[in-house]
């Protein structure tokens, strides 16, 4: 049962972050705000005036969303590869560490990427 949990624990992990993520995204699209907005204000090109940042964390949160949905032919072969989910997860912490609603998204998935590599190291992926 062990070797099961941390690799459904993972994908739980990620499927909430997903969904969190493009709720923040869309919640950002009206009330945009950048996270470290209180220090400088030269990352305010990439929420005004297009909302470029939102539509990459909107975007990037349905791909996740639909890339760790268990099913066959959404997911694919390619779910199981464990570089690309990395990267992925990483890529999309770092789109949402930059909004102000995801910054609890980006702890998400970076928890969700240190357990998919526990689960690879440990031979349950």
């Known amino acids: 049962m062990e070797r099961l949990a941390k690799a459904h624990w993972a994908r739980l992990l990620v499927l909430s972050a997903a969904t969190c993520q493009i709720v923040a995204a869309t ?59 990395l990267v992925v997860l990483v890529t999309a912490a770092l789109f949402c560490s930059l909004l102000y609603q995801g910054l609890d998204v980006a702890l998400y998935y970076l928890l969700a990427s240190a357990t998919c590599y526990w689960a690879y190291i440990s031979g349950n992926v």
């Not at 470290?36 to 005004?48: C, E, P, V």
């Not at 005036?49 to 268990?70: D, H, M």
């Open 27 to 85: 919640h950002s699209f009206f009330w945009p705000k950048i996270t470290w907005n209180f220090a400088t204000r030269s990352l305010d090109f990439m929420i005004y005036p297009f909302p470029a940042l939102q539509c990459l964390n909107l975007l990037t949160g349905l791909f996740v969303l639909l890339r760790e949905w268990p099913v066959y032919p959404v997911a694919g072969p390619t779910s199981q590869n464990i570089t690309f989910r």
